[in-house]
Nanobody, 120 residues
Framework: QVQLVESGGGLVQAGGSLRLSCVAS????????MGWYRQAPGKERELVAS???????TYTDSLEGRFTISSDDAKNTVYLQMNSLKTEDTAVYYC??????????????WGQGTQVTVSS
C-alpha cells in the first residue's frame, strides 16, 4: 500500500504562485510514476502533469508552460510549481501514483486533495 499526502494549497491572487507537495509513504518502491490531477466544480478530473521514476514528464497542453512538476526521490516527494496562476486554475488538486507492474496488477493510489483557489 502507498499513502499520499498533499500540502501547499491555498488562496492566491491571479498572477501569483503556489507550490504543491505530495509525500508518498508505504511501499514507495512499487511506484512507477506520480502525477497531479485537478477537478474544478462541475468538471471532470483532469491530468495536470506527471513524472516517471526515470524523471520523464508530461504536461497537459493547456498549461502553456506555467506549471512544473519535479521530484525528490530521497524524500519520496513530488512537487508542482504553479506560476502565473489564473482564476481557471481554481480546483482541488490531487496527487496520484501508479503501481509498478512488478508489484501487481494496474492500480492507482490517490491523495485526499488540496484546494487551490485563485482570485481575480
Amino acid at each position: 500500500q502507498v499513502q499520499l499526502v498533499e500540502s501547499g494549497g491555498g488562496l492566491v491572487q491571479a498572477g501569483g504562485s503556489l507550490r504543491l507537495s505530495c509525500v508518498a509513504s508505504g511501499d514507495t518502491n512499487c511506484i512507477s510514476a506520480m502525477g497531479w490531477y485537478r477537478q474544478a466544480p462541475g468538471k471532470e478530473r483532469e491530468l495536470v502533469a506527471s513524472i516517471t521514476i526515470g524523471s520523464s514528464t508530461t504536461y497537459t497542453d493547456s498549461l502553456e508552460g506555467r506549471f512544473t512538476i519535479s521530484s525528490d526521490d530521497a524524500k519520496n516527494t513530488v512537487y508542482l510549481q504553479m506560476n502565473s496562476l489564473k482564476t481557471e486554475d481554481t480546483a482541488v488538486y490531487y496527487c496520484n501514483a501508479d503501481r509498478e507492474r512488478l508489484c501487481g496488477p494496474e492500480y492507482e493510489w490517490w491523495g485526499q486533495g488540496t484546494q487551490v483557489t485563485v482570485s481575480s
